[in-house]
């Protein structure tokens, strides 16, 4: 594996090391949001951004991954599942343009993730419970991001400060932090849990270089950490979304409601492709024992979470968001917030070292850490 992580030595870990990034910051991938720009502009500010790959067809990826190519040379990722019909097909491109790193969660596959590994592609899954980071390390895993519960989209139940210590005292390999992160205090937290980086989406969401239209983005900022809520109502699984006035609408939503809300989505967003979307909700209602009107909403999912993210909608969509969001109040340039993560740990490290009674040196320029972050 190639080793280029160099910059900031003060932060430099074995996260730098395996993405040839020079701050151990990930921008996760997040459908129909981490999009080519999203994903340079992260790797030109010396971070490491994935490709929200799991909501694009092959031929997509393969587009996406040629105009991150055309904006930065810096090393970046994919993401996509490793259990839909098109993942060999975005493994076999991954490997043609020798991207450093794949992520993945749900259902992953070992002959998929060897595959990978065999290309020297950096294998890192997102789990949210201990088991499943020992799992995704038998499984081949170079590293693992730990998303606790307050992450956004699906999200498991432990919070990151309770699960984080946990998988790093279970792995060897080196462990991302992941959850209501999104400044340098946080960053310096999960290294003192004995996390090496950190991986953020919200954060990233709201960022100028973020595709999601401004009215959306403006309902991020005014939103509280209360209203940011997890709920099993859009597909069956808990994910964490804005509690705006269409969950309101789903939360109350009996069985026979939820499957009428899904007809009407159905007809208004699916062009009138309401039959074959019945069929197969039909057959997955049987394998997954979920009510026909849910199994319906979770096929309507995407369209429901486009119609905010995408569309500009955001009280008549879904709005998947960290709780971080709450505390999220400013739109900063990709580099911004960057340098502003980086000054800000260093910042921390120095406050941290007068306590110890030692004092930080920042490797990269010789000045003490101190006087770095007072400039
Ligand atoms: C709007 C949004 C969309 C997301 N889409 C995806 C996705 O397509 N694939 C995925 O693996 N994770 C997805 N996630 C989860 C994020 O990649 C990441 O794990 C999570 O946001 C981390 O928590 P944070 O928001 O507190 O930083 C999404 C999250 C958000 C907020």
């Known amino acids: 594996m190639a080793t280029t992580g160099q910059g900031n030595k003060l932060l430099n870990t074995r996260l730098c090391e395996l993405l040839g990034c020079e701050y151990p910051i990930i921008q996760t991938a997040m459908g129909w949001i981490a999009d080519p720009t999203l994903v340079a502009s992260t ?22 991954i040629k105009q991150i190519k055309a904006k930065t ?127 953020m989406g919200t954060r990233f969401l709201m960022t100028q270089e973020s595709p999601v239209p401004s009215t959306t983005k403006e309902k991020y900022i005014a939103t509280s950490t209360e209203q940011v809520i997890v709920s ?49 909700a039909w057959k997955m209602k049987k394998a997954n024992g979920m009510t026909l009107g849910e199994t319906m909403m979770a096929g309507n999912a995407p369209m429901m979470i486009q119609e905010a993210m995408v569309k500009g909608h955001p009280d008549q969509g879904i709005l998947p968001s960290g ?24 910042e921390t490290l120095a406050r941290l070292s007068r306590l110890s009674g030692s004092e930080v040196k920042n490797t990269n320029n010789e000045e003490s850490a101190e006087s770095t972050a007072a400039t």
Not at 58 to 64: F, K, Y
Not at 92 to 98: A, E, L, M, R, Y
Not at 123 to 128: A, D, K, L, N, Q
Not at 141 to 146: E, I, Q, S, T
């Open 43 to 64: 790797c030109n500010a010396g971070a490491f951004g994935f490709l929200a790959g799991a909501v694009m067809t092959p031929a997509e990826v393969d587009e996406g």
């Open 232 to 280: 099993t109502k859009l597909d069956g699984m808990p994910q964490r979304m804005i509690n705006n006035p269409y969950l309101q609408q789903l939360q109350t939503k009996s069985p026979l409601g939820m499957l009428i809300l899904a007809i009407r989505n159905g007809l208004e967003f699916s062009k009138g492709a309401i039959i074959p979307m019945l069929i197969s």
């Open 73 to 199: 040379d810096k090393p970046f990722g994919v993401n996509f599942h490793m259990y839909t019909p098109g993942a060999m097909e975005i493994i076999d491109i991954c490997i043609k343009h020798k991207v450093r790193a794949v992520s993945y969660s749900r259902s992953p596959a070992k002959s998929m993730i060897q595959k990978l590994k065999d290309a020297n592609i950096v294998c890192i899954p997102t789990v949210g419970a201990l088991k499943h980071a020992v799992k995704a390390v038998e499984m081949g895993a170079d590293a693992v991001v730990v998303q606790g519960g307050e992450g956004g989209g699906h999200t498991g139940a432990v919070a990151s400060n309770i699960l984080l210590p946990q998988v790093v005292d279970a792995l060897d390999v080196p462990v991302i932090a992941s959850g209501g992160f999104k400044d340098g205090r946080g960053l310096i937290s999960a290294l003192s849990f004995g996390a090496e980086g950190i991986a």
């Open 323 to 346: 709780q971080i969001a709450g505390a999220i109040k400013d739109l900063p340039k990709g580099s911004e917030l960057i340098a502003s993560i980086v000054s800000e740990a260093t």
